[in-house]
């Protein structure tokens, strides 16, 4: 079971940006995949999960109307992406896998196992 | 929203110590509350979820404990390799972490 993420991305301010994270070993379409951001030097902050199987998606407070997350259940691949970015989002953002549905139940919220190595977006402006 | 509070902030220690990592929940999350471990320039891992299962994989020193909202994480002997930064995360309702405490060689 794994998630890797797309490369180290250095934008200016006000460019738009999509980041990946594709899972691997695992039926993607059955756990919620959750965005976490790590500002320089700071502590982890929920953005928001997606579920691959029908894209539903759930933000927290902070960043509802901020980013756009979703993601492509044909190629196991979920999404986090700015349409205007600003000098504020250059940090490390990781996925990672976290609830799950099974045939007759769904636990939307669980721990956060495996996570992906990290994508370092850097924002000049 | 639920918030989470961890204390404390820095924790100095030495190889061999017993040392307790505290998380307060603004609000009842009965059991549901994990324990992470972040090295510099890696992923977290998860250590402890449901407030007291041990992750499969990591060492028994790791113990966690609590339930409503208050929590401890507890590193029975501490290891050379367990100086690194632990944070709690709520998943009652939503997601929400705990600020993170530094565990620092004495």
């Known amino acids: 079971v794994q998630l890797v993420q797309s490369g180290a991305e250095v934008k200016e301010a006000g460019e738009s940006l999509k980041i990946s994270c594709q899972g691997s070993g695992y039926s993607f379409t059955n756990y919620w995949i959750a965005w976490v951001r790590q500002m320089p030097g700071k502590g982890l902050e929920w953005m928001g999960i997606v579920y691959p199987g029908d894209s539903v998606t759930y933000y927290g407070p902070s960043f509802q109307g901020q980013v756009t997350i979703s993601a492509d259940k044909s190629i196991n691949t979920a999404y986090l992406q700015w349409n205007s970015l600003k000098a504020s989002d250059t940090a490390i953002y990781y996925c990672a896998r976290s609830g799950y549905c099974r045939t007759t139940s769904c636990v939307t919220y669980s721990r956060f196992d495996p996570w992906g190595q990290g994508t370092l977006v850097t924002v000049s402006s | 929203d639920i918030q989470m509070t961890q204390s404390p902030s820095t924790l100095s220690a030495s190889v061999g110590d017993r040392v307790t990592i505290t998380c307060r929940a603004s609000?009842?999350?009965?059991?549901?509350l994990a324990w992470y471990q972040q090295k510099p320039g890696k992923a977290p891992k998860v250590l402890i979820y449901d407030a007291s299962s041990l992750e499969s994989g990591v060492p028994s020193r790791f113990s966690g404990s609590g339930s409503g909202t208050e929590f401890t994480l507890t590193i029975s002997s501490l290891q050379p390799d367990d100086f690194a930064t632990y944070y709690c995360?709520?998943?009652?309702?939503?997601?929400?972490f705990g600020q993170g405490t530094k565990l620092e060689i004495k």
């Open positions: 609000q009842s999350i009965s059991s549901w």
């Open positions: 995360q709520q998943y009652k309702s939503y997601y929400t």
